[in-house]
């Protein structure tokens, strides 16, 4: 039997994984803009999100939250991270008793700092919940470019059978039990891609980028395994690849507002000029909330947070981040 999934939220990625889905499991997907839902059913694209793409055929788009969740066998969360509670809630009353919840958003809420996991868990106790995630910027992967992602559940047996779901001859989707591991390896490697994107756009260099993949991957793991992560999963796909594939790709939006910064351009300009959404900018500071909370040592987190919220400039994180004391490679710092 085919299972049915409902996807809430019309962007680059969550049409992206609903374009996947439509090649094996008859998916609806939900977008709050009609003129999304009329190009999406009449012309099968989404210019706004993903130029020159054309979706799978047999996708349905719908207007009606209702309608897309209500005989869905799994619901999948496409909206940015802020706007999950808010959607979730919103598709409660109509979503059946005990199907899987998953998860693409890689953020933290900023009023709770809660994985987007937690916060399904709170307002659907009792489904099971995971996280698709990985190395998987939409805009290559929607032009057939090979990608590998990883599904993170508790319960394996749900994995496998949703594995089959997402998967597609060069979407290669592996399984994790890991969902603390693999839900912070996707929010806080925006942070780093902020980072190595205002590198990039100074012109500090490849070893500068480096050395920022490297030590955010040291200090992204600190944090992770504190907050109950497996420390396998940060060099993983949902870890280590991901934080790779962000922080060197002009194709992603986290550095591509690192890069306008070290450009010389205001965060606020950068953000008015995007119409797509940065996690990193919101996560740089739930995240500074939480290596005090945790008592982790996060020097690139606190050089990015005071030059997104401070007012510091790129040269000051630069020289923050030289002058800060250089310990061995295994510890803090
Ligand atoms: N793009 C990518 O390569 C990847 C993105 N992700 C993650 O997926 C999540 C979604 O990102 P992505 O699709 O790229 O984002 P986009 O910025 O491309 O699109 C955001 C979508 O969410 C909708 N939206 C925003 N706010 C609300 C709201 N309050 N209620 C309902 N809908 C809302 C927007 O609707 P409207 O058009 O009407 O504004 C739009 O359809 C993010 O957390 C991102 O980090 C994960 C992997 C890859
Ligand atoms: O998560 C992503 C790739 O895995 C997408 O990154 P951006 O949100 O920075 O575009």
């Given at each position: 039997m085919k299972l049915k999934v409902g996807l809430l939220g019309g962007g680059s990625w969550g049409t992206t994984v609903a374009s996947l889905t439509a090649k094996n499991s008859p998916t609806i997907i939900w977008a709050r803009n009609p003129k999304t839902v009329q190009e999406i059913n009449e012309y099968h694209t989404n210019k706004k999100y993903l130029p020159n793409a054309k979706l799978t055929s047999s996708l349905k788009a719908s207007n009606s939250i209702k309608e897309t969740v209500e005989n869905a066998d799994v619901i999948v969360m496409g909206v940015p991270s802020q706007s999950l509670r808010k959607v979730l809630e919103e598709a409660k009353p109509h979503i059946r008793p005990w199907v899987p919840i998953i998860n693409l958003a890689k953020g933290l809420e900023i009023s709770t700092k809660m994985r987007m996991t937690e916060v399904i868990k709170e307002i659907m106790p009792g489904h099971p919940t995971g996280v698709l995630t990985g190395p998987n910027l939409a805009k290559e992967i929607h032009f057939g470019k090979a990608a590998a992602a990883v599904i993170a559940m508790v319960d394996n047996t749900i994995a496998k059978r949703l594995q089959s779901v997402f998967s597609s001859g060069l979407f290669r989707v592996y399984t994790n039990n890991d969902v603390i591991g693999c839900e912070l390896g996707g929010a806080l490697k925006n942070i780093y891609a902020i980072a190595t994107g205002m590198g990039d756009g100074a012109n500090a260099g490849d070893n500068t980028r480096s050395a920022l993949i490297t030590r955010g991957l040291a200090e992204l793991t600190r944090l992770g395994i504190a907050m109950g992560?497996?420390?396998s999963t940060f060099s993983g796909l949902a870890g280590m690849g991901d934080l790779v594939a962000t922080c060197s790709s002009s194709k992603s939006r986290n550095h591509h507002v690192g890069f306008q910064i070290g450009q010389g351009k205001s965060l606020e300009q950068i953000i008015d000029e995007m119409?797509?959404?940065?996690?990193?900018v919101k996560t740089t500071k739930v995240v500074m909330e939480l290596a005090k909370e945790y008592k982790i040592d996060m020097p690139i987190t606190e050089e990015i947070y005071k030059v997104l919220y401070k007012g510091n400039s790129v040269n000051d994180a630069f020289k923050g981040l030289i002058q800060y004391e250089v310990g061995s490679e295994k510890e803090p710092g």
């Open positions: 992560g497996k420390k119409n797509e959404v940065a996690e990193g």
